[in-house]
C-alpha cells in the first residue's frame, strides 16, 4: 500500500533553534518527494522537490534530504523563526501517474 | 495576480442543501485537482481532471459532481449536504510535463449545520 508517514506529529521549538522533520514513505514506483509548508487558513506552498537522483536540496533556512535506498527523507529548519509555525507536509509522487501520495503532517510551533 | 483562485472562501449552509465551490488558475496547467482536508489536516485527494478530462475519482459519493468547463476551470457541486462534508476543500492545479509543480488555492470552508 503506499503510504507516507511523517513524524513527529507535533512539535514546540524556541525562536533559533533548529529542528528536524521525518518522512518515511513506502511508495513505489517512485517519482519525486516534496515538502510542502501550509500556513494556517492558507494553502500548501511547495518547499522543495528532489528527484531519485538527488540527496539534499536547500531554499534557504530549510534544508531536505532524500535516501531512496532506505525510503526516508528529512526537512531541516535551520534558525527557526516565528513565521516558521505551519505544518510541513511531505509527498510523494508515483511515476507515471497524476497520484501524488500526502503524508498527515507535522505541527511546528515556534515560540518567542 | 492570483495564480489558482477558489471562491467562496467561506460558506455556511444548511443539511441537505446543494452549493457549488469554483476553482480558476491562470497558470496555465493542464491538470487541476480538488482536494479535501479534514479536521486532522489530512489532504486527501478527490478528483483530477486533465484537459477537460477526468482521470482520477477517488472513492467519492456521488453527491460530489466536477465540472471542467476548460482547462483553467474546475468547479465543485455538492448536492444533498451532509454534516460530514464540513471541511476546507483545496483546489490545486499543476503542469504534467517537466516537474509538475503542484500550486493550491487559499482554500474554501465548508461548514454543514
Known amino acids: 500500500k503506499n503510504q507516507v508517514e511523517q513524524s513527529p506529529q507535533s512539535l514546540i521549538i524556541l525562536e533559533g533553534k533548529n529542528c528536524t522533520l521525518q518522512?518515511?514513505?513506502?511508495?513505489?514506483?517512485?517519482?519525486?518527494l516534496r515538502w510542502y509548508k501550509q500556513d494556517t487558513g492558507r494553502g500548501p506552498v511547495s518547499l522543495t522537490i528532489?528527484?531519485?537522483?538527488?540527496n539534499t536540496k536547500s531554499n534557504g533556512r530549510y534544508t531536505a534530504t532524500l535516501d531512496a535506498d532506505t525510503k526516508q527523507s528529512s526537512l531541516h529548519i535551520t534558525a527557526s523563526q516565528l513565521s516558521d509555525s505551519a505544518s510541513y507536509i511531505c509527498?510523494?509522487?508515483?511515476?507515471?501517474?497524476?497520484?501524488?501520495?500526502f503524508g498527515t503532517g507535522t505541527r511546528l510551533k515556534v515560540l518567542a | 495576480d492570483t495564480a489558482v483562485s477558489q471562491t467562496p472562501k467561506y460558506l455556511v449552509t444548511q443539511m441537505g442543501n446543494d452549493k457549488s465551490i469554483k476553482c480558476e488558475q491562470n497558470?496555465?496547467?493542464?491538470?487541476m485537482y480538488w482536494y479535501k482536508q479534514d479536521s486532522k489536516k489530512f489532504l486527501k485527494i478527490m478528483f483530477s481532471?486533465?484537459?477537460?478530462?477526468?482521470?482520477i475519482n477517488e472513492t467519492v459519493p456521488n453527491r460530489f459532481s466536477p465540472k471542467s468547463p476548460d482547462k483553467a476551470h474546475l468547479n465543485l457541486h455538492i448536492n444533498s449536504l451532509e454534516l460530514g462534508d464540513s471541511a476546507v476543500y483545496f483546489c490545486?492545479?499543476?503542469?504534467?510535463?517537466?516537474?509538475?509543480?503542484?500550486?493550491f488555492g487559499e482554500g474554501s470552508r465548508l461548514t454543514v449545520l
Open positions: 490545486a492545479s499543476s503542469q504534467t510535463r517537466g516537474a509538475g509543480e503542484l500550486f
Open positions: 518522512c518515511n514513505y513506502t511508495v513505489s514506483p517512485f517519482s519525486n
Open positions: 528532489m528527484t531519485f537522483s538527488e
Open positions: 509527498v510523494v509522487v508515483l511515476s507515471g501517474t497524476y497520484k501524488y501520495i
Open positions: 497558470l496555465g496547467h493542464d491538470t
Open positions: 481532471y486533465n484537459n477537460k478530462e477526468l482521470i
